[in-house]
């Protein structure tokens, strides 16, 4: 196991730079970089985050000689001095093959640099906004799964039955409930929108969450992640207590179990005792993968709505402010994760079934 896991570490280096490198071609052809929203901002054309850059290409990203020789059309009236300092202000004096090696290898030792437009370290802000996204990505994980497993059980060894029929006509009907429309209707009803206001709008905590006692703290950071929370998991059962149950039912119907059963060991037995293992291989083993897909990619709506600061509300305000360093920075870091954790889950595999032997099949 030892030597898969040295291969795949290595294998590592080739996809993540294949990543960045496809990324950062991709950025280059993008209008309104970092340069051309300065431009705008000095000459006060520039949208707030909470806008979206409409005509941008037109407007001040386009590379044609507005008439003072800077090639942005949007620089027209300002000084090729001043244009030439912003470009060496974010690097873009230089050619885009020598900024992206310089980037690499700044990379390759986690320096990711300053904020173009928040005169931060990209990892100072990371740091600050994980707070926010573990706590969403982490409970909601882990509701997920302590209520779809048992259920995915239920229905299984109930297959067919009515009880077997109506939750799955209800974690389908929830499924198809959008999370952010929920999220608004949960503020109406419950935040204060036009009915009772039991639940707050904002934050992880309150104001005065540090002079609380630890009972009151805990208490405290539920009360603020109760909507945001609901309103992430009301869809999210359908696809894993199905695949539960699937997985369950083609055990179930495997020889294995019908010469257990033949033995006399009682149905508690043959399910967990036998059938367990086997099924939940795949639904288990895919928890690393679950946790990091929620974590970076599941609740930029969600933090909109309820006015939480998370790394999907900072990776929103980057890619609109094209702010490079944040991007960049964040791919990397998010990219890496995820690699890592697709060596988690093949470790998990072999924790759950130690007949999986990725070195024989190597």
Do not use: C
């Not at 993008?30 to 806008?51: C, D, L």
């Not at 090729?80 to 230089?94: C, N």
């Not at 149905?267 to 036998?274: A, D, I, M, N």
């Amino acid at each position: 196991m030892l030597a898969y896991i040295i291969r795949r570490l290595l294998l590592m280096i080739p996809t993540l730079f294949g990543i960045m490198v496809l990324n950062f071609v991709i950025v280059q052809f993008a209008p309104g970089g970092p340069v051309e929203q300065t431009i705008a901002r000095i000459k006060g054309t520039a949208v707030s985050v909470s806008e979206p850059i409409v005509g941008s290409s037109s407007d001040f990203s386009s590379r044609e000689d507005g008439g003072n020789g800077s090639g942005y059309r949007g620089a027209r009236g300002l000084d090729p001095a001043i244009i030439a300092e912003i470009e060496r202000l974010y690097g873009f004096d230089k050619p885009a093959h020598e900024r992206f090696w310089m980037m690499m290898k700044d990379y390759a030792t986690f320096d990711f640099g300053e904020s173009f437009f928040k005169g931060r370290p990209v990892m100072d802000l990371v740091i600050e906004k994980l707070p926010v996204s573990i706590s969403l990505g982490l409970w909601t994980t882990l509701i997920i799964y302590l209520v779809s497993i048992p259920l995915g059980i239920a229905k299984s060894v109930r297959d067919g039955s009515q009880f077997d029929t109506w939750t799955s006509v209800v974690i389908v009907v929830l499924s198809a409930i959008p999370g952010y429309l929920f999220a608004v209707l949960l503020i109406v009803l419950f935040a204060g929108g036009s009915f009772v206001q039991w639940f707050p709008l904002q934050h992880l905590t309150s104001p005065d969450w540090d002079l609380m006692s630890w009972p009151e703290r805990i208490a405290d950071y539920f009360w603020h992640l109760a909507l945001p929370l609901t309103a992430l998991l009301i869809g999210s059962f359908a696809s894993l207590t199905l695949l539960t149950k699937n997985s369950f039912l083609d055990q179930i119907n495997q020889q294995y179990v019908t010469t257990a059963r033949a033995k006399g060991l009682t149905e508690r037995r043959v399910l967990y005792g036998h059938v367990f293992r086997n099924a939940m291989l795949i639904v288990i083993a895919g928890f690393p993968g679950a946790f990091i897909s929620i974590l970076f990619t599941g609740s930029l709506l969600i933090e909109i709505i309820f006015n939480l600061d998370g790394l999907g509300y900072l990776g929103y305000e980057a890619v609109i402010s094209r702010d490079y360093p944040i991007m960049f920075g964040t791919l990397y870091v998010f990219t890496l994760i995820g690699l890592l954790t697709q060596i988690v889950s093949d470790i998990m595999y072999t924790i759950v079934d130690p007949r999986i032997d990725f070195e024989a099949r190597a």
